[in-house]
């Protein structure tokens, strides 16, 4: 009759299931009018599908047993070890969704031990407050084809809606992992899951990195170690499709390489192909595709070389950001053409010691600024800097401090002295390789002072035009020069001042050769002047200089009327006749003896008159 009793209990969870009832124990409690029922060995069918029970315990009232009639109980299922995939089988048979099916079909082995309670209320259908207890050993599942995970060993607890893990260990790809907690909640028809996992120190392998949906096609982790402790979040729903994963992870690595990007190796010749980092230390998160990593270490950029680095990485689906900062004892950029305009004895690579340096570097945009030593001649000397590469353009502005750097502007007879403080800003871009825009060019060395805004040069070094200028400066030839240049309109200039040294300036346009060309000016410009005093050679000067220069194709000089300029000559003509100096001059009413000065330069720099 108990058995009886035991099997219709069994058929209110559901008619389908046949039970194999052994021997039973039963226990009498007399006060609270109850028998208590104990089988052992028995076997539950469903669908003529087996599985073996430890035992089921229940409940009957004395009551209901005599009057043969069910009332409120409790059930107690506690399975034998058995085999994982034969409990999914199992369960498929009472319920046939498409997660079971999925399920079995991930799950390659383990074996499962099962503690179940559950109550049945008076009428006898079954309650939402039933307990699921138990433990996995040994299982393994293939999930997907995105992962594999062996040695899966872990108690659990299930209610309604709610599934609690803990003591897990797991393996993953090679790498061990535990956790002491693992939380599942049901959400309508999907699984919100959250966790902490860790691992102590393992090798690692770009699987993991890829299994987590974290890979970079520049890392290389081979002979990397890592030890992590992990918070994370996640939803898989009924397809067993993975989304919102919230990822938040302290990672010690003690080896990563990194393959060196393009730009930054055309800029750093001497930095390897790959990039080592030690011992590093990670906070990484990753949301809704979007991973951050902030971190700290070693860097190798050469052999023999260790330096410190901090670093915030941000990458989402192709787009990778990188923040770093930097402390580099030594590190070699490539030397840019456009410097030997200023400095004469430029080396083949500019060297910077002691570098505080920050990099940028932001679909495919670099930029990196910096403080400490460098070494553009023979010595090193003081510098700060911030340099950008946006597509065709290279943005710079630079602070320097000289004193035994050779430094030189051609153009205006300009050369620092020997062992002379100079402090040089300036800051510009170059665009397409090509044409050198100067923004903001100011020199200081004692008593020169020269500041230049918006000078603009092409790939020839000729000028394309220039905003305004000041300069005061003693020249190589030991002459005064105070005077300032100010764009009037398109290629229109006035120039005025107290001293002008122009010797250096005839010099250029009128000393060319058949093998160099004076090309000075890429368009024909046209200049008003006014001047106190102008030298044209070491002993002759002009007074009072006021009138027009127009200069056109770099070879062709039209002096328009001088207040001050005397003589009857009205052009000069050079003996190489590519080359016109041409002189127009009103006869009358000019104050005398200038132009005969003035011719007398022009003869002796290889001029004669027609």
């Known amino acids: 009759k108990f058995n009886d009793q035991i099997k219709k209990r069994v ?11 052994k021997k039973i124990k039963l226990t009498l409690d007399p006060f609270k009018l109850k028998i208590y029922a104990k089988t052992i060995g028995t076997t539950v069918y469903f669908a003529k599908r087996p599985l073996a029970l430890e035992s089921i315990k229940t409940q009957v009232s004395l009551s209901s047993l005599i009057k043969n009639k069910i009332s409120s109980s409790n059930i107690e299922v506690k399975t034998k070890s058995i085999l994982l995939n034969d409990l999914i089988k199992f369960i498929r048979t009472t319920t046939n969704k498409p997660e079971l099916f999925i399920l079995e079909k991930i799950v390659k082995k383990g074996h499962v031990i099962i503690d179940l309670s559950l109550n049945i209320d008076e009428n006898g259908k079954l309650k939402n407050d039933y307990i699921i207890e138990g433990l996995i050993k040994d299982a393994s599942i293939n999930f997907l084809n995105r992962g594999n995970f062996k040695n899966i060993n872990f108690n659990f607890n299930f209610q309604k809606d709610n599934y609690h893990f803990d003591e897990i260990n797991f393996k993953a790809e090679e790498v061990n992992f535990i956790s002491k907690k693992l939380n599942v909640k049901k959400k309508k028809n999907s699984f919100l899951i959250d966790a902490i996992v860790e691992n102590d120190q393992s090798s690692l392998n770009s699987n993991i990195l890829k299994l987590l949906n974290l890979s970079f096609e520049n890392i290389i982790v081979d002979d990397a170690k890592f030890k992590t402790n992990n918070e994370f979040s996640l939803e898989i729903d009924e397809k067993f499709k993975v989304k919102n994963i919230i990822l938040n992870s302290d990672i010690n690595i ?3 390489k990194y393959k060196n990007l393009k730009i930054i190796n055309k800029y750093f010749p001497e930095v390897d192909d790959l990039i080592l980092l030690d011992n590093h230390k990670l906070n990484l998160n990753y949301k809704d595709k979007n991973l951050s990593i902030n971190g700290e270490g070693q860097i190798q950029l050469n052999t023999g070389e260790v330096d410190e680095i901090k670093y915030f990485i941000n990458k989402k689906d192709k787009d990778l950001s990188i923040d770093s900062e930097l402390f580099l004892k030594n590190i070699v950029l490539e030397q840019q053409d456009f410097l030997k305009i200023f400095f004469p004895q430029t080396n083949k690579n500019i060297n910077f010691n002691n570098q505080k340096l920050k990099i940028n570097f932001k679909n495919n945009n670099l930029t990196f600024s910096g403080s400490g030593k460098f070494k553009i001649d023979k010595d090193f000397e003081e510098i700060d800097y911030f340099i950008e590469k946006n597509e065709n353009k290279l943005s710079f502005n630079t602070n320097l401090n000289v004193k035994n750097t050779k430094f030189k502007i051609d153009n205006i007879n300009y050369k620092k002295k ?3 403080k100079m402090n040089l800003q300036i800051n510009g871009e170059i665009k397409n390789n090509k044409n050198l825009n100067i923004n903001n060019f100011i020199i ?6 020269i500041k230049i805004k918006n000078l603009f040069l092409n790939d020839s070094n000729q000028i394309i035009k220039i905003d305004q200028a000041n300069f005061n400066y003693l020249d190589t030839e030991n002459k005064k020069n105070n005077y300032n240049i100010k764009k009037v309109e398109g290629q229109k200039y006035l120039i005025d ?3 002008f040294n122009a010797n250096s300036l005839i010099s250029n346009l009128l000393d060319a050769d058949d093998k160099k060309e004076n090309n000075l000016f890429e368009n024909n410009v046209s200049i008003d002047l006014n001047f106190k005093e102008v030298y044209f050679d070491k002993i002759h000067f002009v007074k009072d200089l006021n009138g027009k220069i127009k200069i056109i194709n770099n070879k062709k000089i039209i002096i328009q009327p001088f207040v001050g300029l005397v003589g009857t000559h009205p052009q000069f003509f050079r003996k190489d006749p590519t080359f016109i100096f041409e002189i127009l001059v009103p006869t009358n009413n000019l104050p005398l003896g200038v132009l005969s000065r003035l ?5 002796e720099a290889d001029f004669m008159p027609p």
């Not at 209110?12 to 009832?21: E, G, P, T, V």
């Not at 200081?444 to 002072?449: H, I, L, Q, T």
Request: glycine share 4%; aromatic share 0%; net charge negative.
């Open 418 to 420: 020997d062992k002379s």
């Open 599 to 603: 011719a007398t330069t022009l003869q």
């Open 254 to 256: 003690t080896q990563l």
């Open 497 to 499: 001042g107290t001293l």
């Open 444 to 449: 200081n060395e004692e008593n020169n002072n």
């Open 11 to 21: 058929l209110l969870i559901n008619k389908k299931i046949d039970i194999d009832l």
